[in-house]
């Protein structure tokens, strides 16, 4: 029994394992209502101010078998495509801006599957508005006409704005941006614009007005922030014109005239009146209200004043007639008026021009004759002069003015009423001058000023002038320059200066003299100016090469000009060149150059200017020279002695040129000398010294002084030690073997010699050598120039040799004067005495030889 339960119930479980098996259930998303954000976005809302890029959601959902499920999002084919799904997490992601005013509702398929089931769903997201739209004006342009007597208060016109927003942000309201000016004001909720009260509009003053209006919304909440929008337009308001304003007369005061020759119906003046109210005038009518007298006439719609009568019967000089402007209304009724004066005068006929009388009745030319130069101010007397206009009033109105040469004369007076006496005066004195022209011409005119004819009349006015002397004489130039050759016959011509006096007569005759330093040497002819040399005057230029001296012109009266003369003496070529000797003796070392030189005594160029050349040598053929300098080189192939001895044979290196020194001048002179040349060569010197004498070539007072301080301080040293060795053989009186320790000379060593320099004087040129007998013996013949060597000091003789013990530390003691020897007999002591005293005559004479020695090379080298 409890087998088959068992049996049953194990069938059981198998067939419910089976059943279940076989069930497959599709997923579904959970739904947590629009204020959730996780579901299936059903009513969901988003603010259209989500940034792009913001998760906003995520879709939710389950599987009941527990399988992993997988989310989608699409959209209607041909719609914005605003989010985007992950298909694994289920997040929503914005990838559109989203604009409320747009699209305010978003339809999205959402759906989820298993991988077996899809459970597809159909879902609204709904875009909430935040406050990102302006306000916007309807209707635009506002544009309004309204009349000028519009009541304070009146309302003008309605603008409108509308904002696409909705809540506060959508609500506008208006106001006026501020102006101390403006003239109207607006509700700012209605919008309605409206006179402001007190206020009264002129279309005279401004005709049109400009208004801006702001519209406002109420505000609302953008991307996080509170904000206010405003957009704002421009009202014009044109003021239509009223009448209002009353007329006037433009172009006042008014002026006529009447001439006699007027006749009735002649138009005297126009007057013209204009509606106040321009942008709708009425039409003027013209009357005279006063003063006409019964002789003028108005056109009514013209304002033309004309005369009705003729000018002979006129009572009055001047008259001022009243006239009457008045607006004509719609019905030819009269309104607004404006009343002015026309002043009318009568005036003479101008049929007389200004006339000039003289003496005897009238005249057009005036004639005077006077001295140059009259002072400033001066009336001219001689000139009787009137002017006169018989016309009346302002016909005989008119100016005076002198015509001619500037500012030299004024006439007075210069505006005249009918008559006057005409004055003329100096006003410039250096204009009126006999030299510049002996008669001044002017003409007189005499014009009318206010009449239309201008009517004028001239007169000549001729001033005869007589000369004074009122000027000096003058040369030409302030500084007269002249050359003149040098050993010019006396009475030579050497410049001419001229002098002019424009004076007439004597007055204008030039006297000329001459003085000064210099001028002793020349005379000027006082007539002609000419300047020459006295007859026993004699110019060298070699003494004296420039003069300087003054020349004076004097008219009759004494009056005077100078100026200054230089006067160069040029050089002549009067001198030949001269050398110093004929005979010249020239020492030449092989490859140095000697220099011959002449001296020409002429004082320029080119007569001063010398030019060399070889007219003859011996050996032919062996010199060049420099046409220039003087300098005398051997041919570029002699470059040793061996070379001179080849050409002359002879030890005897002595050889001669003839040169020629001939001057650039014309004629050119020339000079000769002869010049024995001893051709000597240059042994190299050697050592240090040598060294130190060649780089010292240039400047010899510098080697001069460097051997003097060497032998300074060898002098200094010497006596130094002397002392001291005096002073201590003084103590003991003797010199004691004992005490002195002498450093052991090894036994190989050769005795220590003193050997002087050998000179000897074989050829002119080995004078400037020094030889060591120690050096090698022979030289290369053309071998390299060497460098002297320095001079070799005197050697010590060496110390005797002494028995000192072998371990005994040596101990050297210097000597200069003596030289140190064991105890020995008397005569040992005489005997270092006797080498004492060589040694110092070798000294003695070793500095005697070598400053020679310096002295010679110094010579030989320069």
């Known amino acids: 029994m409890k087998k088959e339960k068992k049996t049953h119930a194990l069938l059981f479980l198998l067939m419910l394992h089976f059943t279940s098996g076989q069930s497959d259930y599709a997923p579904y998303f959970y739904d947590n209502g629009p204020s959730s954000t996780n579901g299936n976005m059903a009513l969901f809302s988003i603010s259209e101010d989500t940034p792009v890029g913001t998760q906003i959601y995520i879709l939710n959902g389950t599987d009941p078998e527990e399988d992993p499920v997988r989310y989608g999002l699409t959209f209607e ?17 914005l990838i559109q801006e989203l604009d409320r005013e747009k699209q305010d509702e978003i339809s999205v398929h959402v759906s989820i599957t298993d991988g077996r089931n899809k459970v597809v769903e159909t879902v609204r997201v ?21 009349p000028e007597d519009t009541a304070p208060g009146s309302s003008i016109y309605r603008v409108q704005a509308v904002d ?57 909440k953008y991307k996080g922030k509170h904000q206010v929008l405003t957009s704002t337009a421009t009202v014009t308001i044109n003021v239509i014109d009223s009448q209002d304003m009353p007329p006037y007369f433009v172009g006042t005061p008014y002026f006529g005239y009447i001439y006699e020759v007027s006749v009735p119906g002649s138009e005297i003046y126009t007057v013209y009146a204009k509606d106040g109210d321009q942008g709708n ?31 002979s019967l006129l009572k009055n000089e001047l008259y001022e007639i009243k006239v009457k402007a008045s607006e004509v209304g719609p019905n030819n009724e009269l309104q607004d008026y404006d009343v002015t004066t026309v002043t009318v005068r009568v005036v003479d006929l101008n049929n007389h021009p200004p006339t000039f009388y003289g003496e005897n009745g009238p005249q057009n ?54 008559e006057a006496q005409v004055t003329i005066i100096v006003e410039d004195t250096s204009g009126i001058d006999y030299e510049k022209g002996p008669t001044l011409s002017f003409k007189l005119l005499a014009v009318e000023i206010d009449t239309p004819e201008r009517f004028s009349a001239t007169a000549d006015i001729v001033i005869n002038l007589l000369d004074t002397n009122d000027n000096i004489p003058k040369f030409t130039s302030e500084y007269y320059i002249a050359r003149v050759p040098e050993n010019s016959p006396g009475g030579s011509s050497v410049s001419s200066v001229t002098a002019n006096d424009p004076d007439s007569g004597s007055w204008g005759e030039v006297k000329y003299t001459i003085y000064g330093s210099g001028s002793d040497l020349f005379s000027i002819s006082a007539s002609s100016g000419l300047i020459t040399t006295q007859p026993w005057t004699s110019l060298d230029a070699e003494v004296r090469s420039k003069y300087n001296f003054y020349v004076k012109a004097e008219d009759s009266e004494g009056k005077y000009s100078l100026a200054e003369v230089f006067v160069t003496v040029t050089d002549m070529n009067d001198h030949a060149p001269e050398f110093d000797e004929v005979l ?61 001895q080849n050409i002359t044979k002879q030890k005897d290196c002595k050889w001669s040129v003839v040169v020629q020194a001939r001057d650039r001048g014309s004629p050119s002179f020339s000079t000769t000398a002869v010049i024995n040349i001893d051709i000597t060569e240059a042994t190299p010197l050697k050592g240090p010294m040598a060294a130190f004498l060649m780089k010292s070539r240039d400047n010899p007072l510098k080697a001069l002084g460097m051997v ?59 004078k400037f050598l020094i030889t060591d007998p120690e050096s090698s013996p022979q030289q290369e013949i053309g071998s390299p120039r060497l460098k002297p060597p320095p001079p070799i000091a005197p050697c010590l003789p060496p110390p005797p040799p002494s028995n000192a013990r072998p371990n005994e530390r040596p101990r050297a003691v210097p000597t200069i004067s003596g030289a140190l020897a064991s105890k020995g007999s008397k ?5 270092r005495r006797k080498e004492g005293n060589i040694s110092s005559a070798l000294v003695s004479e070793l500095k005697m030889k070598l400053e020679q020695k310096i002295h010679e090379n110094n010579q030989g080298y320069y």
């Open 281 to 311: 005038p009425n039409p003027i009518h013209y009357f005279i209200i006063n003063g006409s007298d019964g002789v003028f006439d108005i056109n009514s719609t013209s304002g033309c004043i004309t005369l009705t009568t003729f000018p």
């Open 164 to 220: 696409k927003d909705m809540g506060s942000g959508g609500s506008v309201s208006y106001y006026l941006q501020t102006s101390p000016f403006t003239k109207f004001t607006i509700d700012g909720h209605s919008g309605i614009l409206r006179v402001k009260l007190g206020e009264t509009l002129d279309f005279e003053t401004t005709p049109t007005h400009f208004v801006t209006v702001v519209a406002k919304d109420g505000g609302g």
């Open 77 to 93: 084919k041909g719609s914005t495509e605003y989010f985007r799904v992950d298909p694994n997490s289920g997040n929503v992601t």
């Open 708 to 766: 003097t301080f060497i032998i300074s301080v060898l002098v200094g040293v010497t006596v130094l030690i002397s002392t001291a060795m005096y002073m201590r053989n003084s103590k003991s009186n003797r010199i004691m073997p004992a005490r002195r320790i002498i450093k052991r000379r090894p036994r190989d060593q050769q005795p220590w010699t003193f050997k002087m320099p050998v000179i000897k004087f074989t050829n002119p040129g080995e």
């Open 827 to 831: 005569k040992a002591k005489s005997s």
């Open 365 to 418: 030319k005036f004639e005077v004759t006077m001295y140059e130069h009259p002072p400033a101010g001066e009336i001219l007397r001689g000139f009787k002069i009137t002017v006169n206009d018989s016309d009346q009033g302002a016909n005989a109105k008119f100016k005076l003015r002198l015509v001619g040469p500037n500012r030299v004369l004024r006439v007075v007076p210069q505006t005249v009423l009918n």
């Open 584 to 644: 010249v003796e020239k020492t030449m070392i092989i490859g140095t150059p000697v220099k011959v030189e002449a001296v020409d005594e002429d004082a320029e160029s080119p007569n001063n200017v010398i030019e060399y050349s070889i007219m003859t040598a011996d050996p032919d053929n062996a010199f060049d020279i420099n046409a220039d300098t003087g300098e005398i080189k051997l041919k570029p192939y002699i470059k040793s002695m061996e070379i001179v």
């Open 126 to 146: 709904f875009v909430t508005d935040t406050n990102d739209e302006p306000p916007e004006f309807q209707n635009l342009p506002f544009i309004i006409d309204i």
